[in-house]
């Protein structure tokens, strides 16, 4: 048995997967783990992670290097994704993580990030055809799946956390929520490969669209499931106006995972504009993404060469 640590250092959150590898590709976890950093709080036009969001961060890190040496970990694997790999300073921060925490980053472009996110949905739910949308905080990775075999993909800068600072600076007024509805419907209609998916179920990724499962099955009296969670696209627009009559304050009681009460509405906006542009009738949630898919990797790296690689 093997023990390897996955880490996610996302623009609104670092998620840690403590996982020990058995042969034959078995595995189990030994904990799973988030932090809410915003680590792209303020970055804006200037492209510079701050200094605050980076210390947070770094915090955060901190704490994860102790619990994998509690563990004995002997492999750890740690991806930035776009708040690291579109600013200025990136290299900087990764270069302070690894003083700090002894933990090595490596940025990861759009594309190989969509392609562990479809990893992790193949992995983890039995569909044919779908459009994956992945929206993080400063990303939306978009997929394309034709009887399990990628499309096209393509990452787009509409992330939850880029979206909401650049839209509702001044507040979540009507104006402001139709604008970015717009400019997402505007920058999806661009998108090519979506031509070959009309129809196609949206498996959706991230914590906004989760958002909108945890919203629905509230208002519906639903039991909530969250993998495999299915539901109307146009629930997903009545789950974003329910978010926006309810004051800040009071969103975690529809269900939203505290950190995600201000952003959680523009995140779920480019899955919306992407089911409405295929004119797909629903939205299955995929709690599988780019950690699941790193491990699914690594463990066939490790079964057709009998041991961990890097990768």
């Not at 980053?105 to 569909?127: C, F, H």
């Not at 499931?225 to 004051?247: C, F, N, R, W």
Request: proline residues 3%; hydrophobic residues 40%; aromatic residues 6%.
């Amino acid at each position: 048995m093997e023990k390897i640590a996955i880490l996610d250092i996302g623009s609104n959150s670092v998620r840690m997967d403590l996982i020990a590898t058995m042969p034959e590709g078995k595995f189990h976890y030994l904990g799973r783990f988030r932090k809410l950093v915003k680590l792209s709080e303020g970055m804006g036009n200037g492209e510079e992670l701050k200094p605050v969001p980076m210390c947070r961060t770094i915090d955060a890190l901190k704490g994860f290097a102790e619990k994998i040496k509690e563990e004995k970990i002997t492999a750890v694997y740690a991806f930035a994704t776009a708040a690291v790999r579109k600013a200025k300073n990136g290299e900087v921060f990764c270069k302070l993580a690894a003083e700090k925490t002894g933990i090595r980053i490596r940025v990861i472009s759009g594309e190989q990030e969509a392609q562990y996110d479809l990893m992790g949905v193949l992995g983890t739910l039995p569909v044919e055809n779908c459009v994956v949308v992945d929206t993080g905080g400063g990303s939306t990775e978009i997929i394309g799946v034709q009887k399990r075999q990628q499309i096209g993909k393509i990452s787009l800068p509409l992330g939850a956390v880029s979206l909401t600072e650049h839209f509702f600076g001044d507040g979540e007024t009507p104006e402001a929520f139709q604008n970015v509805k717009l400019y997402c419907e505007t920058e999806i209609r661009k998108i090519e490969f979506l031509q070959k998916c009309g129809g196609f179920p949206l498996v959706g990724l991230g914590g906004s669209l989760a958002a909108a499962a945890l919203v629905d099955a509230a208002v519906s009296g639903r039991g909530v499931q969250l993998h495999g969670y299915t539901m109307p696209i146009e629930s997903v627009s009545d789950a974003a106006e329910k978010i926006l009559q309810t004051p800040i304050k009071e969103r975690l009681h529809l269900g939203i995972e505290q950190g995600r009460e201000g952003t959680a509405v523009c995140g779920m906006l480019p899955g919306l504009a992407v089911g409405r542009q295929i004119i797909s009738d629903k939205l299955v949630i995929c709690t599988g993404g780019l950690r699941e898919g790193v491990l699914f990797s690594i463990l066939d790296r490790k079964e057709k060469n009998g041991k961990l690689e890097k990768i």
